[in-house]
């Protein structure tokens, strides 16, 4: 994979090199006054790259390192500035390119006008201090080896099916489907899980609606999450339980009101099963609920949210219940852990299993926090000194009391992301501008990176860059 023009942790750096090769090119013959610096400045920071891109890939570095590498981030995006303003000019009406061809004249005239040889002198300048501060810092010191390239991994396959084969569930999935069902009464049944980030509230309220569902003539699940569209997510059930008014629905543009009252009257004397996940904000829960009847025909809700005060506000019947997410043991721990690493439960190497221990005690029994740093060490050397370094990188540990708000997760997450290659974390971190639980095109995402900058080829075609990119970034992702 041929390195970004632009990314999170390297600016513009990339994309400033390749432009500096076109002002060397033959259409550029004229620049004869600057030549030598754009040279000087293409060379220099071909040089300067290397360790730019290592500490772009490092999580820890000093206070020293970061402002060097911050301060040749803005002067990368200050030097595109630049080279773009004239390359704009120059295509765009202060100086037409079939005249300059024939003529120095008006190119000299276009570099005057705009003080473009002194713009580059300066930025040379700039340079050149930053080398000079980087040689007095020592900052060479952390380039230890050439950046990593990652292949497609050929046990992805493997990896999916493991997360099917999932750990402890089957009791849970029982304990909510009992209630579910044998409740005597045929009111309509709430039934709230309730838990902290990572236990596995979403997994088990779809396992359960996986094995029932197909018992209720209508069905449907939608994630809720922090700031929903609920118009979208009206939407969403209604395409599920009735693709003909969905399509109605979309012609005519109806509004939250409407969608209200439509499935209100598909599900009115029906027996249904919904999956409500992810609510984080009572009012939310109130305006979702409205649109679900009550009735008399068995019909069933599961709710997940990881705040009690939702939880209960989901429990407003006697009838309702609520289940309160247990964290892993210690031995369904283990098995998980070494099931994603060793492909069985039980065969962790002895030089691993001191190791090991520590590890799953600092993951507090929460599920994610097991399969998201198994699957780091999966892919690694089972180098006992490397599962250190690895135990080490976690912090104080896990806790499921503390791991309500999702920093802990967010702690562990981390450690996948920095094990991700630079250009990957640029195009992960793109993702960020959609809204969440957002549908996303692959398409439209694929064009957005080539447009931003962040996909370069040295083989011409962008969009197969973009194209090995993305498998790339969703192979990383469903390995960690």
């Known amino acids: 994979m041929v390195g970004l023009g632009v990314g999170v942790g390297t600016g513009a750096l990339g994309s400033v090199i390749g432009k500096l090769?076109?002002?060397?090119?033959?259409?550029?013959?004229m620049l004869k006054r600057v030549r030598?610096?754009?040279?000087?400045?293409?060379?220099?920071?071909?040089?300067?790259?290397?360790?730019?891109?290592?500490?772009?890939?490092?999580?820890?570095?000093?206070?020293?390192?970061?402002?060097?590498?911050?301060?040749?981030?803005?002067?990368?995006?200050?030097?595109?500035?630049?080279?773009?303003r004239f390359m704009l000019r120059l295509g765009n009406g202060d100086a037409r390119p079939r005249f300059v061809k024939r003529t120095a004249r008006g190119l000299k005239a276009l570099f005057a006008r705009h003080g473009i040889g002194t713009q580059i002198k300066e930025i040379k300048a700039r340079v050149e201090e930053e080398n000079l501060r980087r040689q007095r810092l020592n900052l060479d010191k952390y380039i230890v080896s050439p950046t990593r390239t990652v292949a497609i991994d050929p046990r992805l396959a493997a990896f999916h099916g493991v997360a099917k084969g999932l750990v402890a569930?089957?009791?849970?999935?029982?304990?909510?489907?009992?209630?579910?069902?044998?409740?005597?009464?045929?009111?309509?049944?709430?039934?709230?899980?309730?838990?902290?980030?990572?236990?596995?509230?979403?997994?088990?309220a779809m396992e359960t609606y996986r094995k029932i569902g197909g018992n209720y003539q209508y069905r449907a699940s939608v994630s809720v999450s922090r700031t929903p569209d609920l118009e979208k997510l009206l939407k969403d059930v209604l395409s599920q339980i009735d693709e003909a008014a969905f399509s109605k629905c979309q012609s005519e543009r109806w509004e939250k009101d409407q969608l209200i009252r439509q499935i209100q009257r598909i599900l009115t004397g029906k027996r249904y099963f919904l999956v409500i996940d992810d609510?984080?904000?009572?009012?939310?829960?109130?305006?979702?609920?409205?649109?679900?009847p009550e009735n008399n025909n068995g019909s069933r809700i599961i709710a997940t949210t990881r705040?009690?005060?939702?939880a209960k506000s989901c429990c407003s019947n006697s009838g309702?219940?609520?289940?309160?997410?247990p964290p892993l043991n210690d031995v369904d721990s283990r098995r998980l852990f070494f099931k994603i690493i060793f492909h069985s439960e039980n065969s962790c190497p002895i030089q691993l299993q001191d190791v090991s221990a520590r590890i799953l005690k600092k993951c507090g029994g929460l599920p994610l926090a097991i399969i998201t740093i198994a699957s780091l060490?999966?892919?690694?050397?089972q180098n006992p000194n490397e599962w250190e370094r690895l135990h080490d990188?976690?912090?104080?540990?896990?806790?499921?009391?503390?791991?309500?708000?999702?920093?802990?997760?967010?702690h562990i997450l981390l450690l996948s992301y920095w094990d991700l290659p630079q250009h990957l974390k640029t195009c992960l971190l793109y993702l960020s501008i959609y809204p969440e639980d957002e549908e996303i095109l692959c398409e439209e995402l694929k064009w957005k990176w080539i447009a931003e900058g962040f996909i370069a080829t040295k083989r011409g075609n962008l969009y197969q860059e973009a194209d090995s990119c993305f498998n790339e970034l969703v192979n990383e992702l469903v390995n960690s």
């Open 279 to 292: 609510i984080w904000i009572e009012h939310h829960w109130e305006i979702l609920r409205a649109a679900f």
């Open 169 to 204: 569930i089957d009791g849970r999935r029982d304990q909510v489907i009992s209630w579910l069902l044998t409740e005597e009464s045929e009111e309509l049944k709430v039934v709230a899980i309730v838990g902290g980030g990572g236990l596995g509230k979403t997994t088990l």
């Open 307 to 310: 705040i009690t005060k939702v």
């Open 377 to 381: 060490l999966s892919h690694k050397h």
């Open 320 to 325: 309702d219940q609520l289940y309160q997410m």
């Open 393 to 410: 990188s976690i912090g104080a540990g896990l806790s499921y009391e503390s791991g309500g708000d999702g920093r802990d997760m967010r």
């Open 36 to 84: 030598k610096d754009i040279a000087f400045l293409k060379r220099e920071l071909r040089r300067m790259q290397i360790l730019v891109d290592t500490l772009a890939d490092m999580e820890e570095l000093d206070e020293l390192a970061k402002d060097w590498k911050g301060s040749m981030r803005d002067l990368s995006y200050d030097m595109e500035e630049c080279i773009d």
């Open 21 to 29: 090769a076109t002002l060397l090119g033959d259409e550029y013959t």
